[in-house]
């Protein structure tokens, strides 16, 4: 097991604030996710990895293992540390502007894994790309703090219920793995942490869904309608209301995904 705060010792590095690096160092933390992630001869990518004591894990059992690290004086740790390993590739740049194509070019087009120990300042941004992605995801692991988690298993009405609940909960069966306290971690955050387990369903989702849940969500306490208009004239935000079978006065906090997935196809339909 790779022991972090030695090696960041070794390499005089220190933990960089910035880009909320809390590095997990519990041994039955790291082989409890790894277990769930079940990558057996399936393609990973894994997001942040720092100085790799996940990445440790996955590359055993991993066919190919893609890190993606944005922080360069980590990814160069990386390199030095599995220089050996033919089924590991370290791309040092931000995940969010890596695109599908350049992943899949990677990873290629069987399904695959996703692995990663999310910092709290850019959760939600990495969540709704991989949400919104066109990856053939079949799974993920995700660690994130407590009051993240939530977003993802929140039900109408809730205050932290949006579209990154509706997604998620649309496109996979949401579960939660474990609880990871602050000294699971080093340095030790203020707060605790949850590993999600995201298991892909069958759903497809249409493609006008994540704009209209943007737009719907845009100013919670303002109507279905009035947030519509932000993309759309106001007779087809209503006719698109209609055909889903909805009122244009109801607030997006109090529908379910059923409900968006019909007005996003009604939006489709009427673009065409």
Do not use: W
Request: net charge negative; with cysteine.
């Amino acid at each position: 097991m790779l022991n972090s705060k030695d090696l960041l010792t070794e390499m005089g590095l220190c933990p960089n604030k910035a880009l909320g690096q809390n590095f997990l160092v519990d041994a039955s933390a790291l082989s409890r996710i790894a277990e769930i992630a079940d990558c057996h001869g399936m393609p990973v990518l894994e997001i942040g990895p720092g100085l790799g004591a996940l990445t440790n894990e996955l590359v055993q059992d991993a066919s190919r293992l893609l890190a993606v690290e944005i922080d360069r004086r980590m990814a160069d740790a990386l390199m030095l540390q599995f220089q050996t390993q033919p089924n590991l590739k370290i791309v040092c740049r931000d995940f969010l502007k890596y695109s599908d194509e350049e992943i899949a070019a990677e990873l290629g087009s069987s399904q695959i894994v996703v692995a990663a120990n999310l910092p709290y300042y850019i959760t939600s941004p990495i969540c709704a790309r991989l949400l919104e992605s066109r990856l053939p995801i079949h799974r993920m692991v995700l660690m994130m703090q407590d009051e993240a988690a939530e977003r993802f298993t929140a039900k109408p009405k809730a205050k932290n219920y949006g579209p990154l609940s509706i997604l998620a909960q649309y496109l996979y069966d949401v579960s939660v793995v474990s609880k990871l306290s602050p000294a699971s971690y080093y340095p030790a955050p203020d707060v605790n942490s949850t590993v999600l387990l995201f298991e892909r369903n069958t759903n497809i989702m249409p493609k006008a869904m994540p704009k209209i849940l943007r737009s719907a969500f845009a100013m919670r306490r303002k109507t279905l309608l009035n947030n519509m208009l932000g993309i759309m004239p106001k007779q087809t935000s209503l006719s698109a209301i209609e055909c889903a079978g909805l009122e244009p006065t109801v607030r997006a906090e109090a529908l379910n995904a059923d409900d968006f997935v019909r007005l996003a196809m009604a939006v489709e339909h009427i673009a065409d």
